[in-house]
């Protein structure tokens, strides 16, 4: 790996990928447990935090709000009960962060004041009309700007939510709030726990489910009802230790480790798939059930992936190992198949090169989700994967690639500022015929400070 100027140079790796690897901290729990942090009375102390730039956004937005925040080793400490009155008029810059900007949108309905959420170009084209309007249906005064960045919350400390006499019959009518993506159902949760009367939702996609057991680990009262979510305000829950609610035992400091990142994991295990006598173990990965669909696609395409559970008292967490599978076969990942795409959506690109890599014809459908991430993920896939030289052809909701193709090298690779874009790039310039040059490599630094020297250097 050499450095020229902004350009970053990934050679072919002529020597398998070995030894054990570990991973910063999950990236979308990281996000979670601060801001829940942030809502306690009580310390919280953070081990094993995801370092990327996304999550210190969120850091930086709850210390904006006068949130107490400490560095001590591997944790964060944060204190709830010593935060400082947040200025009535308040600007946050969210950086690249879709996580922050919209989960932050649900904690900001619990405070008092005028903020406006703003963030980089990329984040400005991101939606955000689909967190505005269920925060609304909970009381929330939240504008947009044409359904996009800058947001606007006025808060006058806390919402309506849902009457309590809904609430307790499971939610009634249009009172349920319908969800499809982890972030606005994230969002609503934060929200209805601040409120006073709390929420209902319901989540119409397979999504994941971080938001919901970090509320019971740190003690606060959801219940599932015939498929709705009741999420119950923290002052009528058991653990009232909070902003919320009035002083009790649950007071005392609440302990949080965070597992590795299962999407960050999914750039080795393609690696340690397609790098001739590679044979890897990644510890202590994060392997919540709504997190593997990646896991199960590659050992659908015969690929040689193990993995094993260790104890954990509110994510799985464990170990897996990874070995060269030269004899991958293509696959097809829609809706209605045995691996719903919604299950490994940071995942998805990885798809283009392990397809290109396999036998048979590798489909990916109803992933138009994709078009409104960091880039657009199904073109700038698509270009990429042209630019090494294979041939892709492009959906409105997805791609097919034809596999046992040669990822050819000898070229800058395109990922349009976009950090998994990059990293898949890197991956795919380990197999590539001749080195690729990637130009803004730091990129990588918004969810993965680090990846270069583990894919380049780690394990030679």
Known sequence: MNSERDLLRIFPRHEPLSGRYSLPGDKSITHRALFLAAMRRGETIIRGYSPAYDCLNTLHLIRQLGCSIREDGEDWIIDGSTRRPPPPLCTIDCGNSGTTARLGAGFLTGESGVFQLIGDPSLTQRPMGRVAEPLRKLGAQVLTTNGKLPLTVIADGSIEGIPKEILGSGGSGDRIID??????????????????GGAALRRTKEMRDHTLRMVKKFGWRVDEVEGVDIVHPIAQ????????????????????????????AAFLVTAALLVPGSDIQIENVGLNPTRIGFLNVVQEMGGDVQWELDESDWEPVGSLRVRYSP??????????????????????????????????????????????KESDRISTTVELMRSLGVQIEEFNDGFQVAGSQQICGGGELYHNGDHRLAMMAGVAGLIATEPVLIAGADVVNVSWPGFWGEITVHGA
Do not use: F
């Open 179 to 196: 969800t499809s993506s982890a972030q606005v159902h994230g969002a609503l949760v934060i929200a209805a726990l601040r409120s006073v």
């Open 237 to 264: 829950s058991p653990a009232s230790g909070s902003l919320n609610g009035t002083k009790r035992s649950e007071d005392r400091t609440l302990h949080l480790t965070i597992p590795g990142d299962i999407s960050s």
């Open 327 to 372: 004899e991958l076969k293509g696959v097809e990942v829609q809706d209605g198949s045995a691996i719903s795409p919604a299950s490994l959506i940071d995942e998805l690109p990885l798809l283009a090169l392990l397809g290109a890599s396999a036998s048979g014809v590798t489909t990916l459908r109803n992933a138009e989700e994709l078009r409104v």
